[in-house]
């Protein structure tokens, strides 16, 4: 006796083919995203300012990266960082931040003083 498969089986089970088949593909695709994927962790000195070690490095983490600060350390930010334009980046605070008690020192030139804020079309220039 001969069975006949619905159409709708056979939908499925081309779609099962076709999933089985691109999924090699799809393996190896993630694995190229994941290698390209860069991390710091911002390294930190007991009583020294941690901001230089960063700003050295931030033109080289600018892009499909992850820029730490990890938990339970005391970072110290006591000069002004000048982050480049960032594209598919996540800066992650877990540790504790520091600043100078004069915030005017840490703003530096880049305080929002300086910017302009083109509100209509939600644009900030620095």
């Not at 083919?17 to 390294?43: D, E, H, N, S």
């Not at 070690?53 to 970072?75: E, W």
């Amino acid at each position: 006796m001969l069975l006949r498969r619905s159409p709708e089986h056979r939908k499925r089970r081309m779609a099962a083919r076709t999933l089985l088949l691109l999924l090699p593909l799809l393996v190896q695709y993630v694995g190229l995203v994941q290698a390209q994927w860069k991390t710091f962790v911002v390294p930190h000195v007991d009583g020294q300012d941690d901001s230089p070690a960063l700003q050295a490095v931030l033109p080289d983490y600018s892009v499909n990266s992850t820029i730490l600060f990890k938990k339970g350390v005391h970072y110290n930010i006591f000069t002004p960082l000048k982050f480049p334009v960032l594209t598919n980046v996540e800066v992650r605070v877990e540790g504790n931040l520091s600043y100078p008690n004069d915030i005017a020192t840490i703003q530096g030139p880049y305080s929002l003083r300086s910017c302009v804020s083109l509100t209509e079309s939600n644009v900030f220039v620095v």
